[in-house]
């Protein structure tokens, strides 16, 4: 009874809410049925446009001081997306010049041939086939990134508002120990969780079942199409006698970027892992930054100026959404500037007066007030209003933010896709003489993240560079495609006296090459067993303790060896940092000005400090694994045993 | 195939794996389906005198004993029933507390055993 009870009012809002507002809005730009997009970018445009009117709309409605409920959502949706129709469709219809010189360029849809056709389907298949596999061991919640980010979208849904994000802590302070008041905190921004409330709302889905795990997933897979259409206009762009026609074209190029992301290379980070380990923000990241790209792309190539209104919209939309996204999607836009600028020196009056007409049109314009607006009268993503930003530029301060080495970024990209990439790079520098757009896309976004990972304090960039490393493999594999299909186009067309025998032995030395580093890449991140029994326990141990405590009571739970711990919080709902936890051992040592009385209540509970920390913070319950840090407190009078089970112990202190 | 058809053929993938994986959690989860767990628990405890217990198992094997121990000594012992999927309530809090500093309850399961205790000062 699941299939109709509980899958099918989640898949209907999953639906409606990511997809049919998206496509409305889209329909009031484009000419769906006469529109220069494929359906590829019909669903990618959808997809992201929804994602912008919820998080926009939403806030618009929370900082106004209505409820979200179903009722005002509806309405929302109902009355918002009208309005916005309506917007949209008249701007579109003002940025739509008569004047020739500006009407926009209209080229073929993306078209498979059956061959290709068969390619397409053998990739799609096997892509989800891997990733299902993968994820039919960690759909399960147990991920700590995803408990902390569905504390607060639970805590949208649950309260009807938006959150304060903000933490209490244990500081000592002139060496006296306490619980400070709530703190803001930056690490979370709200474009992250509000799709996820408005989705619960609706379907009732259970934040501890699988529907955040499959919206990921559904953003992981769409950012793998917004990869291959970005392929597909880049190659389309780069127009060369000297390669052969059926090899060097769109179609090739969205395949073969489809098989370096879809089958190959599928689940390390920034993939499937990503999604799993509920690395939200990193995810719709990875959507986000091609697609925008694509925006301008298309803009620039096109002469359109509704695909710039785009694309700053979902530039504004990921600044509400990831930090670190945005930062590094602002550093590539400027690195692309800089190189196309620079490749056309001679000419640099033309670009920025065709760059300027684009820009001076309806939608743009309207894009670019609504998001002033919105930022100086509505709300500021919350790491600007922490003024948060300082924190990562400057000189890199620790060890792990003084960059990454080519064998890491090696191991962490895939050596072939690396190689084949920077060959790609070296194609694009001296082979193309033409100065395409696609070669300055391509240039900047591959050459400013190999500078931010082996590099940044060049760029004065104070980021961990495995963060910023994660980034670098969207670029290196869409050069690699690149490469791939112009050093066998060229090598057709030339009809060099290279026997065919060879050209094919070398394609597929390499790809079996590619395909053997790619799946064992996979193979290493499939080694996840089932912690369902584990989990399940840690749940049924934090209902207890949800029904026998109250808000005067404090709680500490160990965070090391626990399954699934991040999710206790869920159970409470009494603050972020409700209940307090033991972090990583290393935490303590690296920081020794870290606060210690978390390692010390439940490490050495018996001792003075272990004593004077419970009674200053005042907590009065712990939480524990069975197997690891009973003993401190079996051999204690001044603590009760009051749950047990193989996993997870809890004890009450004896005051 | 026409790129529409293409488009049908990636939800009705995305659908099929969403539904597999949809299921796949709802077992997952399912404190009864393939587990192997069992706990005890105090039913009061913020009353410290109380030492009723409520034994939940998630084991095919309903058999259970239970042990009432003051300080190290055995003062109550008897077997019970709990069945899969059920809390089992034990009323046994003894009508006098025995004056130790430590009463103890054990459950024993197959080769397995929990125990919960509170800790009392002596007068």
């Not at chain 1, 399960?140 to 902390?148: K, Q, S, V």
């Not at chain 1, 499959?214 to 006698?241: D, E, H, P």
């Not at chain 1, 670190?324 to 920025?352: D, E, G, N, P």
């Not at chain 1, 939480?623 to 047990?644: C, G, H, L, P």
Request: net charge positive; with cysteine; aromatic share 14%.
């Amino acid at each position: 009874m699941w299939f109709p009870t509980l899958f099918l009012p989640f898949l209907t809002t999953l639906l409606i809410l990511c997809f049919g507002i998206g496509l409305f809005l889209l329909s009031g730009i484009f000419n769906l049925k006469r529109s220069p997009l494929s359906v590829w970018e019909k669903i990618l445009f959808a997809f992201a446009l929804s994602q912008s009117f919820l998080i926009f709309g939403m806030q618009i409605i929370g900082h106004r001081g209505f409820s979200f409920n179903i009722f005002s959502l509806t309405l929302l949706i109902g009355v918002g997306s009208a309005l916005c129709f309506g917007v949209f469709s008249l701007l579109s219809r003002f940025t739509s010049s008569r004047d020739s010189s500006d009407t926009p360029k209209e080229e073929p849809p993306l078209s498979f041939n059956r061959h290709q056709t068969i390619v397409f389907v053998a990739l799609i298949l096997a892509t989800f086939l891997i990733k299902t596999v993968y994820l039919h061991n960690t759909i399960i919640p147990t991920a700590t990134d995803l408990g902390h980010h569905l504390y607060w979208a639970k805590a949208i849904s649950e309260s009807g508002e938006l959150p304060y994000y903000a933490e209490q802590n244990i500081v000592t302070v002139d060496g006296a120990i306490q619980v400070t008041e709530p703190e803001p905190i930056s690490d979370f921004i709200i474009g992250e969780h509000l799709t996820l409330a408005a989705l619960q709302i609706y379907s009732q889905a259970n934040y501890f079942g699988a529907f955040p795990i499959l919206f990921l997933f559904l953003i992981n897979i769409l950012s793998l199409l917004a990869l291959a259409t970005l392929s597909f206009y880049l190659v389309r762009g780069i127009s060369r006698s000297s390669f052969a026609s059926h090899i060097w074209n769109g179609e090739n190029a969205f395949l073969l970027t489809l098989l370096f992301f879809g089958p190959l290379y599928s689940l390390a980070s920034p993939q499937a892992k990503f999604v799993s380990g509920g690395v939200i923000g990193n995810t719709f990241g990875n959507l986000f930054i091609p697609l925008i790209l694509l925006c301008f792309y298309r803009a620039l190539r096109n002469r359109d100026s509704r695909f710039l209104g785009l694309g700053l919209l979902f530039t504004f939309t990921l600044a509400y959404i990831h930090h670190l996204s945005t930062f590094i999607l602002l550093f590539v836009l400027t690195a692309i500037i800089l190189i196309h600028l620079l490749l056309h020196v001679k000419s640099l009056s033309t670009v920025l007066r065709t760059w300027f007409s684009l820009l001076a049109k309806p939608l743009p314009l309207a894009i670019l007030t609504f998001a002033i607006l919105f930022f100086f009268f509505v709300a500021m993503p919350t790491y600007i209003e922490n003024s948060a930003i300082d924190t990562a530029v400057g000189t890199p301060t620790k060890t792990t933010r003084t960059g990454l080495t080519l064998l890491q970024i090696a191991n962490s990209s895939g050596s072939v896709r690396l190689a084949l990439a920077l060959m790609g790079v070296l194609f694009l520098s001296f082979l193309i003489r033409s100065k395409h757009y696609a070669q300055s896309f391509l240039l900047g976004w591959t050459a400013i993240l190999l500078v931010m990972t082996l590099r940044p304090d060049l760029l004065f960039v104070d980021i961990p560079s495995s963060r910023i490393g994660a980034y670098l493999s969207f670029p290196l594999g869409i050069s690699a495609v690149l490469f791939l299909l112009a050093f066998f186009a060229y090598w057709q067309k030339k009809h060099l006296a290279l026997p065919k025998v060879i050209m094919l032995g070398s394609f597929v030395a390499i790809f079996i090459f590619a395909l053997s580093e790619g799946s064992l890449d996979n193979g290493a991140t499939l080694l996840e067993t089932s912690k369902a029994e584990p989990l399940v326990a840690t749940m049924h141990a934090s209902q207890y303790l949800s029904n026998h405590t109250s808000t005067d009571d404090r709680i500490i739970k160990d965070h090391n060896f626990i399954v699934g711990d991040a999710w206790i919080k869920l159970f409470f709902m009494r603050g972020y940092s409700y209940p307090f936890s033991r972090a990583y051992f290393n935490r303590y040592e690296t920081n020794p000005d870290r606060e210690q009385c978390t390692l010390a209540m439940i490490s050495t509970p018996n001792t003075k400090d272990g004593d004077r920390c419970f009674q200053r913070t005042g907590v009065n319950f712990v939480m524990v694994e069975s197997s690891r840090d009973t003993a401190q407190f079996n051999s204690s009078k001044k603590f009760s045993k009051i749950y047990a089970s193989r996993y997870v112990t809890i004890y009450q202190k004896n005051y | 195939m026409s790129n529409r058809l293409l488009l049908i053929l990636f939800f009705v993938l995305f659908i099929t794996s969403s539904a597999f994986l949809f299921e796949r959690s709802l077992n997952e989860l399912d404190q009864e389906a393939n587990k192997n767990w069992w706990t005890i628990s105090f039913i009061r405890p913020d009353r410290v005198k109380n030492i009723d217990i409520v034994v939940s198992n998630y084991t095919e094997d309903t058999h259970f004993k239970y042990q009432i121990l003051a300080g190290d000594t055995v003062i109550e012992e008897q077997g019970f029933e709990a069945p899969l999927g059920e809390n089992r309530i034990l009323l046994i809090t003894p009508e006098k507390t025995p004056e130790v500093e430590r009463v103890t309850v054990r459950v024993i399961h197959k080769d397995q055993q929990q125990e919960l205790f509170r800790n009392y000062k002596l007068k």
